[in-house]
């Protein structure tokens, strides 16, 4: 069992040995450049054979040997894909064409490995010159001929032209070498030629024309012969009669058409068969075609008709043009032209009608404007049993302005400018209006628009001045005038300037009293808005009244409802007014001022006992101390002056008479000053030379100072 394992184990060895050393050697192929070349060149002549060589250069190593795959590019869209182990690759254009040009390339690709070489154009020059065939070469006119271009051996997307010298004849696009087309002969060819195109990257490139082909002709002598009778020139009612014909002796087909044609409308078909016979009217006038058609051959024949009218269109005319209602009008029915050869004026007869409807057999009617008279007129004249039609004309009755109606739009407001509106509601345009104070022409307007009305700018300045407005409205002259009511319509006083009052008046009001401001105004239209502010434009009431004032009640007020108070009024003229300011002082209550008064009189009282205790206390000391004090500073300077004036200063200290109802009025001490002269050679006078005498009033009876 050993000995048959062994063998296996070692073949198994040696796969795995070779494939890591395939897979290896293929990781260690590396592809360096690619390079495309077109033998023999890269422009050559149509037929050439051209061989594409795509060559590689491969790194690997020595023991690799890698499977190279070469893919061909014409104008970056893959040619084929081969598998070989070799390091080029060729691809072969045999017996090229023009539609082998373009943009080539190749790639090599190894494993995951790609790389490609650079573009290179192809250039082949020359393309087939076509041949052109037809299968007749002798045609009748209306014959059906074949025509082949062929251009054998071109390849690619061609388009191929059927020419007649200018003429193109036919085009086609297609892949085949070989174009045919079927044509039906209707006139000579003798010019007939082919080519063909072909479409490159960026170019189109052209073939010579083709051999040249001229077709003998027959011509089908089918043209019509056209006969009118009993002219070319008739009068209006006259019979016309016309006839077409075709000498069909020599013709080989009988199957002929022949019709006849007046401004693109026909006749008759059947002209080969019988005449075609019309009575002559005014608008018959011009070309007459006889057609004859075999096949897919077409022959003309023409003749010019003139046609006289009998007598000309009647014209209606009303005069005058504008007609007012119950004014009277006149409508006339007339023929500007007849012809004498052939009837006379009086051969005319006429009708007028209204509507469609018969109103006289005339030429002249006349009536009163109005409703029945209104509708769209209309005329006929007759003579030998040709009729003719007047134009239809819209005849109305203008109707006479109706009374206008003065109105405003928005608010009236004095001092403000408004709008007045004039309209009458009946009336033919267009009108004019006026707008009138009293009897004084303002301004006037004319409306040409049913939908529109005259409107006008206005100013009072007091609220009776609007009932001196009125418009009139004319639309047929003064006689047609007509006047509006006067206006009549709410007019808005804006408010005057208010007035702030206050009850009490300020300055005697306690608190617990009760305030009444008042806010009046000196004029201003109803419902009046007021409101009342306090001090920092603090809203406090606000109401809306049908008076011209108001008043708020500030019911048993303190200090604090103190300040400034105003009040504005507004109302619908759309303006609001301040009024001036008020300003208002809350004082005690008198039970309060009462209260403090009998505060301070007690305070009084015992400030005066309080004096009066104190008094006595110090009286009976100063009766038992009264003294004077005195003192004589030492005044080195006044011994060396002998001769100077002593000056001693003395402090005096007065005792007060007893007044116990006398009240001291201040405290405080006299100091007098008074200089002594004394003799010298006394020493102790020499130290008192100078006395300061101090004299201290003590007017509170206070005591000495030591």
Not at 375 to 399: H, P, R, W
Not at 445 to 457: C, G, N, R, Y
Request: charged content about 20%; proline content about 5%.
């Amino acid at each position: 069992m050993q000995v048959k394992i062994q063998p296996f184990l070692r073949m198994g060895t040696l796969l795995l040995l070779f494939l890591f050393t395939s897979e290896k050697a293929c990781a260690e192929t590396i592809i360096t450049s690619v390079d495309l070349i077109m033998l023999p060149s890269n422009v050559v002549q149509r037929g050439t054979n051209v061989t594409l060589k795509c060559q590689a250069e491969v790194s690997r190593s020595l023991r690799s040997h890698p499977n190279y795959e070469y893919i061909f590019y014409k104008d970056y869209v893959p040619l084929n894909t081969d598998q070989m182990n070799a390091m080029d690759s060729l691809y072969s254009i045999p017996d090229a064409r023009v539609s082998h040009s373009g943009k080539y390339k190749c790639a090599v690709v190894i494993k995951k490995e790609k790389k490609e070489s650079s573009v290179k154009d192809l250039k082949v020059k020359g393309l087939l010159t076509p041949v052109l065939n037809v299968d007749k070469l002798t045609l009748t006119e209306g014959d059906d001929v074949t025509a082949v271009c062929t251009a054998e051996g071109e390849t690619g997307f061609l388009t191929f032209f059927f020419r007649d010298g200018p003429e193109e004849l036919y085009q086609k696009d297609t892949y085949s070498q070989k174009v045919e087309h079927n044509l039906t002969v209707t006139k000579r060819h003798e010019n007939m030629f082919c080519y063909y195109t072909i479409k490159l990257s960026g170019s189109l490139e052209t073939s010579n024309n083709s051999n040249v082909i001229s077709v003998d002709f027959q011509e089908l002598k089918i043209k019509p012969d056209i006969k009118v009778m009993p002219s070319t020139d008739v009068i209006e009612g006259d019979l016309i009669t016309f006839s077409c014909s075709v000498n069909m002796t020599h013709q080989r087909n009988s199957e002929l058409r022949i019709h006849l044609i007046h401004k693109s409308t026909t006749l008759s078909s059947n002209m080969t068969q019988e005449d075609y016979k019309m009575i002559a009217m005014a608008n018959d006038s011009g070309k007459y075609e006889c057609i004859s058609k075999l096949g897919d051959v077409l022959k003309h024949s023409s003749v010019y008709i003139t046609v006289k009218e009998l007598f000309s269109v009647p014209v209606l005319s009303i005069h005058p043009a504008e007609v007012f209602e119950g004014e009277n009008f006149t409508i006339s029915c007339n023929i500007s032209s007849f012809a004498s050869e052939k009837i006379q004026r009086e051969d005319i007869t006429y009708s007028i009608l209204r509507d469609k409807t018969s109103v006289i057999n005339k030429n002249k009617y006349s009536g009163s404007a109005g409703i029945v008279t209104n509708g769209k007129y209309m005329c006929m004249a007759n003579a030998n049993e040709i009729t003719k039609e007047s134009q239809g004309v819209l005849f109305g009755a203008k109707v006479l302005v109706s009374k206008p109606e003065i109105t405003t739009s928005g608010l009236v407001i004095v001092d403000k400018p408004f709008l007045i509106h004039c309209h009458s509601k009946n009336g033919s345009l267009p009108i004019i209006y006026s707008l009138k104070r009293n009897d004084i022409t303002l301004n006037r307007t004319e409306v040409s628009d049913p939908h529109e009305k005259a409107q006008f700018l206005a100013l009072i300045s007091t609220p009776s001045d609007i009932s001196s407005y009125l418009c009139a409205a004319e639309n047929n002259g003064r006689v047609s005038i007509k006047m509006s009511e006067r206006l009549h319509v709410t007019v808005l006083v804006p408010v005057g300037k208010p007035l702030m009052t206050v009850v009490p008046v300020p300055g005697n009001i306690e608190e617990g009293d009760n305030i009444t401001l008042i806010c009046g105004i000196p004029k201003g239209s109803p419902p009046i808005s007021f409101r009342f502010y306090a001090s920092n434009h603090t809203p406090i009431h606000n109401t809306t009244v049908q008076s011209n004032s108001s008043s708020f009640v500030l019911s048993t007020v303190n200090r604090e409802n103190s300040g400034n108070y105003y009040c504005d009024a507004s109302n619908n003229a759309g303006m609001s007014r301040m009024s001036n300011i008020v300003t208002v002082e809350v004082s005690l209550a008198k039970w309060k001022k009462a209260l403090i008064a009998v505060f301070f009189m007690l305070l009084m009282v015992l400030l005066v006992l309080f004096i009066m205790i104190r008094y006595k206390a110090k009286r009976v000391e100063l009766d038992n101390k009264e003294s004077v004090w005195s003192k004589r500073p030492p005044d080195q300077d006044s011994l060396e002056s002998p001769n100077e004036g002593d000056i001693e200063y003395t402090e005096v200290a007065h005792p007060q008479p007893e007044d116990p109802t006398r009240i001291p009025l201040r405290k405080g001490t006299d100091t007098v000053y008074s200089e002594l002269q004394t003799s010298q050679g006394d020493p102790e006078h020499i130290n008192h030379q100078r006395l300061l005498e101090y004299a201290e009033l003590n007017h509170d009876l206070s005591e000495p100072v030591d």
